[in-house]
T-cell receptor, first 115, second 112 residues
């Protein structure tokens, strides 16, 4: 059973461009979470999605950031008009179902660098 | 709001030394507690977890006990190895919530 897949692993963008980060959850997992890790800091929750639904986006910046998890295909985190402060590692996690004791499994992350 | 505070790093030890990484938390209710490990260039891997007071999580020689009276979940290992060098994150998930709240991480380096 393959783990959580993220691509690209590294992404370089210039200020003002768009960044699209993709996450394929583990097989059988229908819950996806996105976290951001700024340099030398812990991970901060951004958004929690189920198929075709955003459940909790309390950690998402109000502007430029959006996320989706369509019925088919990977979850996408989109950052429009990137700025240098968006440079970070973005991690996706997945879990199989809604259970307070269920483990979240993390992908290897996408490291975004904004020039 | 919920928060996790970890021992400041970096921590450098010699091989076979005893390890403690402190973690305390603030949360309403009865959260689940986790330790994750991040090796260089990789994502986070679950190391151990505990879901109720006095539970002890253990894995690969690491242990942590859920102490509700001191709101702590300190990570310990009796004899560390060079391969344990990584960044360790303490995290909590409040009951009824799905998101994880992480501490800032502690970078551990083990010298041979």
């Amino acid at each position: 059973n393959a783990g959580v897949m993220q691509n690209p692993r590294h992404l370089v963008r210039r200020r003002g461009q768009e960044a699209r980060l993709r996450c394929s959850p583990m097989k059988g997992h229908s819950h996806v979470y996105w976290y951001r890790q700024l340099p030398e800091e812990g991970l901060k929750f951004m958004v929690y999605l189920q198929k075709e639904n955003i459940i909790d986006e309390s950690g998402m910046p109000k502007e430029r950031f959006s996320a989706e998890f369509p019925k088919e295909g990977p979850s996408i985190l989109r950052i429009q008009q990137v700025v240098r402060g968006d440079s970070a590692a973005y991690f996706c996690a997945s879990s199989p179902f809604l259970d307070s004791e269920e483990t979240q499994y993390f992908g290897p992350g996408t490291r975004l660098l904004v020039l | 709001g919920d928060s996790v505070t970890q021992m400041e790093g970096p921590v450098t030890l010699s091989e076979e030394a005893f390890l403690t990484i402190n973690c305390t938390y603030t949360a309403t209710g009865y959260p689940s507690l986790f330790w994750y490990v991040q090796y260089p260039g990789e994502g986070l891997q679950l190391l151990l977890k505990a879901t109720k007071a006095d539970d002890k999580g253990s894995n690969k020689g690491f242990e942590a006990t859920y102490r509700k009276e001191t709101t702590s979940f300190h990570l310990e290992k009796g004899s560390v190895q060079v391969s344990d060098s990584a960044v360790y994150f303490c995290a909590l998930r409040s009951s009824g919530a799905q998101k994880l709240v992480f501490g800032q991480g502690t970078r551990l380096t083990i010298n041979p």
